[in-house]
């Protein structure tokens, strides 16, 4: 779609009339993560575009990455409905990485909040459009057609004409300054099952990921990196290397210290990536460990763990007074949790081919952030970001480690000092090794009870290497918007509350991983939820509900704060499903976690067994309340998938350090969630007319504690050290 | 110089005899539908058959392959063909990159079971892990493309 002519007309839509023939309809939508709105002042610029061609074929640009959370198919499904489309006619593009398509990263669970209204609007405006070409022709009102399945009807005569027919004539019609958008209940496709629109390439080997990109006289290259974060070379004995067949050169590569820069290191161009891997691992490099070179996250787990049983910073806000609560208690009680680093190990490792020519780069590659890799390549050689392009491949999932594009200024960095095409190829060892890891965290919570075993007290501390840290070195405490994700606004209508944030390094780099700061945060507080209960002897379920209490709308900064009932109807339904409170087989056990994220509500009912201490997880009840939903069967997919990789970080999810160096290397010893351990997976999705909010990332955090406190429920036994691989159930 | 039989066609490929077959179907050859995951033969996202036999090819040597019969995500056979009638159906994927090696392991399975029980699935797909989580719905698929063969 770039050779767009005409440019015309203003309002919230433009048209512009195609080169090879459609009409292009481009909509602006601004990507913030605040509020949706609609820009259609004077200075419109289009980021979003879809083009219906004469044959009838309807293409959307998506502006978001394709990772598996099903976005190509919710965002042209919004769409579709609003035109009145069929959906056999619909296909998406993928668009380049280029700020005129407005904010293109793909995280934080945000895309469908931000672009649903937009989308509508777009799909509204072009069917007004139609609806007008055809009532001019047949001279009748347009009050007297209506659209179906990529058609106007006459309703007078019951004449049809199919949208590819009015093409050519609808690019003449006045753009409608106002459009009406359907009434919920007419919606064809959204909140109703749709398949991807990706299934055929999916299931033939058809589909382009990054590491599948090729142009002629490529190279593949493979990098050693050094195994403590931020080490360097101290020199490299490549004669090994350089005897493979296959191998060409043996090329230093410098550390970049952008936050999405390069680590550095020595890299290997070779006419295939085998020899590529070959030639790396032949090398005889000794390194500088360098700052990092002494890390061993044992002991630095013991350092926070320390940390946290003193007083740390205080993290507003603060209620009450719990030095008065827990003096004046019947009983209190303390706990202390602890999870390591996770890797995001999506299944499709990190890799670009880059190609820099003629003073311009070109880059293919799985980024959640083509803006971001845009930027971050431009820095690198030194080029205006226009002549920097990103063609946004599939995504062999992401998880928040693709959008930190330092695999692709790599590429560039090698295409620029060999002069050709270089395609970087991350093994697994490598992805395991050198991520940008999930933190460590330690936290304890200590909790008072009155008489009645109702909590009066509650104060949290947390630890854990921020992100921020690798943004700004020396980054030692956690920031506010990690604090926000499930720790000093926790749901519970407690009197006195007190948070305090702890002292942590960070020796490794630290990135965003799937919900991020909820997965500790929420294994903390829903474990220690489960113990109050416990302590007061009462039910976990009518504990949780009193502890969150009366409806209420939490008084906060968020565009859609809290509603405590939504949040209570989740557990509600998610316990019902799962038969609460039912007679079990003996050694097993249910577990139940509410979690609010993304503005998300997602509760989870676990049911497990502990037999000859070994842990199975049987079902897993998930209640979602995520608004408005657009696809039903994205949504589903989703959260089984969270499930799944809740389950990994409960089960075996650990990475650890040892003189700087990550000990486990590839799914061995990081292992994973495989089928025959697979639950049965039961989704409830709340209706809703809520605003829709993010899916991609809340069913995961209410997963690893609902498993912690079902195991509870089975043996009695409390784990509050993950994963449970380290203690034998596994 | 080593003849390789890809879904019916032939191809000749000149490499070191130790070379993974993986690498050469996907960089020598050039068909990409065989996924790359963990080298050493965990996660099933390069699985192929090999006369019949279901293998990772990321550990198979390249001299194994010589003269044999190979079918990738890129081939056809009935089965394969009913498992993705049935992941269509079952709107199986999410990123799709484990689905070549999950279809091609679950050909191998209804090749040799034709009605494979959730224990049968468990014990033939466990070799095949998907970080998206899939897993329930290419259980459910598998037993779909069962029906879908059976009418």
């Given at each position: ?304 763990t320390n940390r946290v049983h003193n007083k740390g910073?205080i993290v507003?806000?603060i209620i009450g007074n719990t030095t008065t609560a827990f003096s004046d208690a019947t009983q209190t009680i303390e706990a202390t949790y602890q ?103 330690a936290q304890y919570l200590k909790g008072s009870l009155d008489e009645k075993g109702n909590v009066t007290g509650w104060l949290h501390r947390t630890a ?23 720790f000093n606004?926790n749901?519970f209508d407690i009197p006195n509350m007190r948070f305090e944030?702890s ?18 945060h929420?294994f903390g507080i829903n474990s220690f939820v489960d113990e109050l209960a416990a302590k007061a002897g009462k039910d976990p379920?009518?504990f949780n509900?009193d502890l969150?209490g ?155 504690p609902?498993?912690a406190n079902?195991?509870f429920?089975?043996?009695g036994?409390r784990?509050r ?10 | ?151």
């Open positions: 779609m770039d050779a767009i002519q005409n440019m015309s007309r203003r309002n919230f839509v433009k048209v512009f009339g195609l080169a090879s023939g459609g009409l292009i309809i481009g909509c602006q939508f601004s990507g913030t993560d605040k509020v949706v709105r609609i820009d259609d002042g004077t200075s419109f610029t289009p980021n979003l575009f879809v083009q219906l061609k004469k044959d009838g074929k309807l293409v959307l640009m998506a502006s978001r990455s394709e990772m598996g959370q099903g976005v190509r198919t919710s965002l042209t499904s919004v769409i579709a409905d609003e035109m009145d489309a069929d959906w056999s006619f619909v296909s998406v593009t993928q668009a380049t990485g280029d700020s005129k398509f407005g904010n293109q990263n793909t995280d934080g669970s945000r895309s469908i909040r931000t672009i649903f209204e937009p989308m509508r609007k777009m799909g509204a405006t072009a069917r007004a459009m139609l609806v007008s070409t055809a009532a001019k022709k047949w001279n009748v009102s347009t009050s007297d057609c209506k659209t179906k399945n990529h058609y106007v009807i006459n309703s007078l005569t019951k004449d049809k004409l199919f949208y590819g027919d009015l093409v050519e004539d609808a690019m003449n019609v006045e753009i409608p300054t106002e459009v009406s958008l359907k009434d919920k209940k007419d919606f064809t496709y959204i909140g109703k099952t749709l398949k991807s629109v990706d299934l055929n390439d999916f299931t033939h080997g058809t589909a382009v990921y990054g590491i599948d990109a090729r142009l002629p006289n490529m190279k593949f290259a493979t990098i050693a990196r050094s195994p403590s974060t931020f080490g360097t070379v101290k020199s490299v004995d490549k004669t090994a290397t350089m005897n493979i067949t296959g191998v060409e050169q043996v090329v230093a590569l410098e550390r970049v210290k952008r936050p999405f820069g390069m680590l550095g290191g020595v890299a290997v161009i070779a006419t295939n990536t085998w020899a590529a891997i070959q030639g790396k691992n032949s090398l005889n490099i000794v390194w500088d460990k360098g700052l990092n070179g002494a890390y061993d996250s044992e002991k630095f787990m013991q350092k926070i910073k507003p806000p999870m390591p680093h996770l890797a995001h190990a999506p299944l499709e490792v990190p890799n670009a081919l880059a190609w820099v020519h003629d003073g311009k780069c070109e880059v293919w590659a799985p980024v959640q952030s083509p803006q971001t890799a845009r930027a971050e390549v431009a820095n690198y050689l030194e080029m205006k970001p226009e002549n920097v392009t990103i063609h946004v491949t599939f995504l062999g999932a992401g998880f928040g480690r693709k959008s930190k594009p330092d695999y692709a200024v790599e590429a560039a960095a090698l295409s620029k000092k060999i002069n050709a095409p270089v395609q970087v190829v991350w093994t697994r060892e490598d992805d395991i090794q050198h991520s940008y890891y999930h933190t460590t965290s854990f290497p921020s992100i921020v840290s690798t943004f700004k070195p020396m980054s030692d405490y956690g920031a506010g918007f990690e604090f926000g994700q499930g606004n749901q944030n002292k942590a390094e960070a020796h490794v780099r630290i990135g965003w991983l799937r919900s991020v700061c909820h997965i500790y929420s379920l009518q509900l969150i009366k409806d209420r709308i939490r008084e906060d900064k968020s565009p859609f704060p809290l509603n405590t009932k939504r949040l209570k109807n989740v557990l509600k339904t998610a316990a019902k499903k799962a038969g609460w409170g039912k007679k079990l087989p003996k050694g097993h056990g249910l577990g139940l976690s509410v979690h609010y994220s993304f503005y998300t509500y997602v509760a989870s009912v676990v049911e497990v067994s502990v037999i000859n201490d070994a842990l199975k997880v049987h079902n897993i009840y998930t209640a979602v309340d995520c608004g408005m939903v657009v696809n039903k069967d994205t949504v589903t997919n989703q959260v089984e998938g969270a499930g799944i990789f809740g389950m990994s970080v409960a089960l075996y999810g650990k990475i650890t350090a040892k003189n700087g160096a990550i000990e486990q290397s590839n799914f061995h010893d990081y292992k994973l969630t495989r089928m025959h351990e697979t639950p049965n997976i039961d989704v409830t999705i709340i209706k809703s007319d809520e605003v829709p909010t993010g899916i991609g990332e809340p069913g995961v955090p209410p997963i690893a609902a498993i079902a195991i429920n089975a043996t036994k784990y050290t993950f994963p449970l691989s380290e203690h034998g159930l596994v | 110089m080593k003849t390789l039989t890809i879904n019916g066609k032939k191809h000749t490929v000149e490499a070191p005899d130790e070379m993974p077959l993986l690498w050469a179907i996907r960089d020598l050859i050039g068909l990409t539908g065989t996924k790359y995951g963990c080298g050493i033969s965990q996660c099933g996202a390069c699985t192929v058959l090999i006369n019949g036999n279901v293998v990772k090819s990321c550990s198979i040597p390249l001299s194994y392959a010589d003269g044999k019969e190979i079918l990738t995500i890129e081939g056809e056979s009935e089965n394969l063909n009913h498992l993705r009638e049935a992941w269509v159906e079952g709107n199986v994927p999410q990123c799709g990159y484990c689905q070549s090696g999950q279809l091609i392991a679950a050909t191998a399975l209804l090749d040799s079971n034709p009605t494979p029980s959730d224990e049968d699935i468990n014990t033939a797909m466990s070799g095949n892990i998907c970080r998206c989580g899939t897993y329930p719905r290419i259980k459910k698929a598998i037993h779909k493309a069962v029906e879908l063969k059976n009418n």
